[in-house]
T-cell receptor, first 113, second 111 residues
Framework: DVKVTQSSRYLVKRTGEKVFLECVQD?????MFWYRQDPGLGLRLIYF???????EKGDIPEGYSVSREKKERFSLILESASTNQTSMYLC????????????FGAGSRLTVL | SQQGEEDPQALSIQEGENATMNCSYK?????LQWYRQNSGRGLVHLIL?????REKHSGRLRVTLDTSKKSSSLLITASRAADTASYFC???????????FGTGTRLQVFP
């Protein structure tokens, strides 16, 4: 069964801490995405990556960075967490450019105190 | 940024009834997709309809697309309690690889 695995389902961090959210896919997919989901706002794209070491900003990249050193792993980094980054974070992947359907992980719910 | 808007925001029905959700979007698209999300979980792909298609079926799901009105609808027939979830439409911005999601419709199906 193909999978997108997010390392932490629930995290609680303090303001100013550096936070790493990890996402691993076992489908040899080229493209990977990070979204955040907030009530009433739906899913908003933070960053995406077409391939290893490639990244592009989504609609709300401020306060975030990403790393894609290996094809299967896409990390979202909050350099200095703030309370307004409390949210559900969803990682997704797909085969490659031109492909359409995303496979999602189960999500990581982050609370910043 | 472009975003689909689902309507209604919430819908409550009895088992056996049909559920209809609508999605509107703003710019030209290559295709439109519908996803389902169970509470607190990731999204699962349901169905994709291309811009040159008008209707598509998959089991109890029927999706329509009207590109002139920039809208789509998802019909779930003979709903079950297990259909309780949030449903999202997603569109790709024309000539980009970004998939943009709407705000979702929360469906509650009572036994």
């Amino acid at each position: 069964d193909v999978k997108v695995t997010q390392s932490s389902r629930y995290l609680v961090k303090r303001t100013g801490e550096k936070v790493f959210l990890e996402c691993v896919q076992d489908m040899d997919h080229e493209n990977m995405f990070w979204y955040r989901q907030d009530p009433g706002l739906g899913l908003r794209l933070i960053y995406f990556s077409y391939d290893v070491k490639m990244k592009e900003k989504g609609d709300i990249p401020e306060g975030y960075s990403v790393s894609r050193e290996k094809k299967e792993r896409f990390s979202l980094i909050l350099e200095s967490a703030s309370t307004n980054q409390t949210s559900m974070y969803l990682c997704a992947s797909r085969t490659g450019r031109g492909a359409n359907v995303l496979t999602f992980g189960a999500g990581s719910r982050l609370t910043v105190l | 940024s472009q975003q689909g808007e689902e309507d209604p925001q919430a819908l409550s029905i009895q088992e056996g009834e049909n559920a209809t959700m609508n999605c509107s979007y703003k710019t030209s698209i290559n295709n439109l997709q519908w996803y389902r999300q169970n509470s607190g979980r990731g999204l699962v792909h349901l169905i994709l309809i291309r811009s040159n298609e008008r209707e598509k079926h998959s089991g109890r799901l029927r999706v329509t697309l009207d590109t002139s009105k920039k809208s789509s609808s998802l019909l779930i027939t003979a709903s079950r309690a297990a259909d309780t979830a949030s449903y999202f439409c997603a569109t790709d911005r024309y000539n980009t690889d970004k998939l943009i999601f709407g705000t979702g419709t929360r469906l509650q199906v009572f036994p």
